[in-house]
């Protein structure tokens, strides 16, 4: 499995982003996908993430501004942020759990995209 991300860039602090993150290669079997970020100080944190069903989950940092969604069809997640603040900042990684064989999980992860958010 392949993930291609994009969408990031350089944003005033209020403003809006939208990254996605497409899968290719061997996809059968993709569960749960999302995104992570790192930070200049900070460790890397899981920000958002969906399941195969559509079940989401945010960390609380960006409840209520930032939305996961995801196209199955596509294999294909997305991330809507909105009032976007300067501790946003981050390298935004994606990434897919797919489960194979036996049960097994395999994680993989896009190359992250940066996201800078200007006061």
């Known amino acids: 499995v392949q993930l291609q991300a994009s969408g990031g860039g350089l944003v005033q602090a209020g403003g809006s982003l939208r990254l996605s993150c497409a899968a290719s290669g061997s996809t059968f079997g993709i569960n749960a996908m999302g995104w992570y970020r790192q930070g200049p100080v900070k460790q890397r944190e899981l920000v958002a993430a969906?399941?195969?069903?559509?079940?989401?989950d945010y960390v609380d940092s960006v409840k209520g501004r930032f939305a996961i969604s995801r196209d199955n069809a596509k294999n294909t997640v997305y991330l809507q942020m909105n009032s976007l603040k300067p501790e946003d900042t981050a390298v935004y990684y994606c990434?897919?759990?797919?489960?194979?064989?036996?049960?097994?999980?395999?994680?993989?992860w896009g190359q992250g995209t940066q996201v800078t958010v200007s006061s």
């Open positions: 969906i399941s195969s069903s559509g079940s989401t």
């Open positions: 990434y897919a759990d797919q489960v194979r064989g036996l049960g097994y999980h395999y994680d993989y």
